[in-house]
């Protein structure tokens, strides 16, 4: 005796210009909530400047997310809002799921990093951290993936914002270059953790040499 087999419905993915709205929203959000976080701090007297990262304080580590969203000045902000949006919509465009599991590890990846090897009664805040990170995951996701789209713009970020890798050398001094490089290392391992599952890449149309494109 056969059984008959039904296949469960695939839901249908997004369109690309509804994750391209979708992306844009978010991050002209998040660089917003950023610029709005440092008025009020300004306005505050820096009252905000406290929730930066101590180093190896047990009570500092609650620090670690809110000090990727607050700045000293806005001249430090303004350094760190365009990448963030540029790199982070890219990022975005793979779903915003994703992009969330990707920018938490991120954050803990640097705020962790940071907590364990900045210099003693140092404070340590700003977005830089995650710009790295989105900088490595954007870098090798296209690798891991398998996806020649997502390996083009990985080229096209690396030739726009290669330079910042300096930026993970201790040759500056004010700069976190603790956070540069732990965010970078948490990027690339997100690559990783949130790649693509098989089942849905073999869903996919394949390119040349088996690549999805």
């Keep these: 005796m056969s059984y008959g087999y039904t296949q469960p419905a695939r839901v249908p993915e997004p369109s690309r210009r509804v994750r391209a709205k979708a992306a844009g ?4 959000g998040w660089v917003a909530l ?5 008025i009020v701090d300004t306005a505050s007297g820096h009252a905000l400047d406290t929730f ?5 304080h047990i009570g500092e580590l609650r620090d670690i997310v809110p000090a990727a969203f607050l700045h000293f000045g806005f001249d430090h902000l ?6 963030l949006l540029v790199l982070g919509f890219l990022a975005a465009l793979s779903g915003i799921g994703r992009f969330v599991g990707v920018a938490a590890l991120i954050i803990v990846a640097s705020g962790l990093g940071v907590w364990l090897t900045a210099p003693p009664y140092s404070t340590t ?8 990170g989105l ?4 870098l090798v996701r296209g690798f891991v993936d398998r996806r020649i789209r997502d390996i083009l713009i990985g080229l096209l970020v690396a030739a726009v914002y290669g330079s910042i890798l300096w930026g993970v050398l201790p040759t500056a001094t004010g700069v976190s270059w603790q956070g540069h490089f732990f965010g970078l290392l948490g990027g690339v391992l997100a690559a ?4 693509r599952p098989r089942a849905v ?13």
């Design 25 to 28: 929203a978010l991050m002209l």
């Design 34 to 38: 950023l610029w709005l976080l440092e």
């Design 52 to 56: 930066g990262i101590t180093p190896r």
């Design 78 to 83: 303004a350094a760190n809002s365009v990448p």
């Design 125 to 132: 805040a700003g977005a830089s951290g995650v710009v790295f």
């Design 135 to 138: 900088f490595g995951y954007l």
């Design 192 to 195: 990783f953790v949130f790649r």
């Design 201 to 213: 890449q073999r869903a996919e149309p394949r390119g040349v040499n088996g690549l999805i494109p």
